[in-house]
C-alpha cells in the first residue's frame, strides 16, 4: 500500500516537474548565452555551441552539437557571416526550434577586405547589445507568452545596464588624446567599437580569422606603430598571440592586455559576462594607450574638482563676510 502511495506521489512529482520544465535556449557563442539568461533568468536553461574560449568563425561543431541543437526550443544566431558553420548543423539536427537572428535592426559594417560580406562583431557597440536585448525577448516571449511581461521587464533592466556601459566606454575612450586613438589588434573585431566610441582601428586578419595573415597586413600594421608611435597593441583571448607579439619584439612596443571579443572569459576572469568584457576591454585599452591607471585617474580627477568647489565656497562666504563688517562699520 505505502510502496502504492509512494509510486503515486513519484509520478506526481515527475508530471508537475514537467509541466514547468524550462525552456531550452541554445546559443552559437557564450556572449548570447549570457545575455539570455540575463533576460530569461530561471525560466529558461541558457547554452552555447562554441565553448568558452574557443574560435566561433572556425569551430567545427561535435556530434554533441547535434543532439544539443535538435533538442533546443530557442536557437540564438549572430549572422553577418559570424557561425558559417551552423546553417548545415540546424539542418542535419533536424531540430524544431525557432531560429532566431539577433542581429536584427543593426547597421552592419561591410567589409572592405571581403566583397559581399558584413562585420559580424556588432556586439561590441553597446547600443547594438540593446537591440540584441530586445531580439532574444521578443525571441523567448513568442514561445512563451505566458511569460513575455516577465522576459520584458528584464530585458528592460538589462539594458539599462547596457546603456551605462555604453555611457562609461565613451566618456573613458574620450580621455584618450585623439591622435593616440588607435587601437591595433590580431583580427578585424572592433570595427563597431571604434565606430561608436570613436577610435581608429587596425588589424592584421580580416573581419574573420579563416585565413591566415600575409606578410603585406604585418608590414601595414608595423607601418603604422611607427609613424602613429602607437605605444601598445592588443592581443585576444580566442587568438593565438605569437604574430603580435613577434610585431611588439620588432617594433619596440608593449602589449597593452588580452581584449575579448568573440568570446566571454572564464567565470574567474574580468570577462565572465558581456558587461564586464565592454568594461575589462576599455579599461585595458585606455590604460595602455593613455599610460594611465583609469580607476586612479577617475578618483583622483573628481577629487580635486570637489576640493576645487569647496576653495571657491569657503572664498565666497569670507568675502561676504568681510563686505557685511565693511557695511556695519560703515553704519
Ligand atoms: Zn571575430
Not at 502511495?5 to 557563442?29: M, N, R, W, Y
Not at 558553420?85 to 547597421?107: D, H, R
Request: with cysteine.
Amino acid at each position: 500500500m505505502i510502496k502504492h502511495i509512494l509510486t503515486s506521489i513519484l509520478c506526481l512529482a515527475t508530471l508537475i516537474g514537467f509541466s514547468q520544465e524550462k525552456i531550452k535556449v541554445v546559443s552559437s557563442a557564450s556572449i548570447f548565452q549570457d545575455m539570455a539568461k540575463n533576460i530569461g533568468g530561471d525560466k529558461i536553461t541558457s547554452m552555447s555551441i562554441v565553448p568558452i574560449g574557443r574560435d566561433p568563425h572556425t569551430y567545427t561543431p561535435k556530434p554533441s552539437d547535434v543532439e544539443l541543437v535538435s533538442s533546443a526550443d530557442l536557437i540564438l544566431i549572430n549572422g553577418l557571416t559570424f557561425e558559417g558553420w551552423i546553417t548545415e548543423l540546424i539542418e542535419n539536427s533536424g531540430t524544431k526550434a525557432k531560429i532566431i537572428l539577433i542581429s536584427e535592426g543593426v547597421e552592419p559594417i561591410i567589409s572592405q577586405k571581403y566583397h559581399n560580406a558584413s562585420d559580424p562583431h556588432a556586439w561590441m557597440d553597446a547600443i547594438n547589445g540593446v537591440k540584441y536585448v530586445y531580439n532574444i525577448s521578443a525571441g523567448l516571449a513568442s514561445i512563451d507568452p505566458d511569460n513575455a511581461l516577465f522576459y520584458a521587464d528584464n530585458g528592460v533592466k538589462y539594458n539599462a545596464e547596457i546603456k551605462n556601459a555604453h555611457n562609461y566606454i565613451k566618456n573613458q575612450i574620450a580621455t584618450i588624446p585623439i591622435e593616440q586613438r588607435i587601437l591595433i589588434t590580431s583580427h578585424d573585431a572592433f570595427q563597431y567599437y571604434g565606430r561608436a566610441y570613436d577610435i581608429t582601428l587596425n588589424a592584421i586578419m580580416g573581419i574573420s580569422t579563416e585565413s591566415e595573415a600575409q606578410s603585406k597586413d604585418v608590414q601595414r600594421v608595423i607601418n603604422v606603430i611607427k609613424e602613429k608611435k602607437v605605444p601598445a597593441v592588443f592581443i585576444e583571448s580566442t587568438i593565438n598571440p605569437q604574430m603580435l607579439q613577434q610585431i611588439a619584439n620588432d617594433t619596440g612596443v608593449k602589449i597593452g592586455g588580452e581584449l575579448y571579443a568573440d568570446s566571454l572569459g572564464d567565470e574567474d576572469s574580468e570577462a565572465s559576462t558581456y558587461l564586464k568584457l565592454l568594461t575589462h576591454n576599455t579599461d585595458v585599452i585606455v590604460n595602455a594607450l593613455t599610460g594611465t591607471s583609469i580607476k586612479r585617474t577617475k578618483i583622483d580627477s573628481d577629487d580635486t574638482s570637489n576640493n576645487l568647489w569647496i576653495y571657491v565656497g569657503l572664498g565666497a562666504m569670507m568675502l561676504l563676510s568681510l563686505l557685511f563688517l565693511v557695511v556695519k562699520i560703515n553704519n
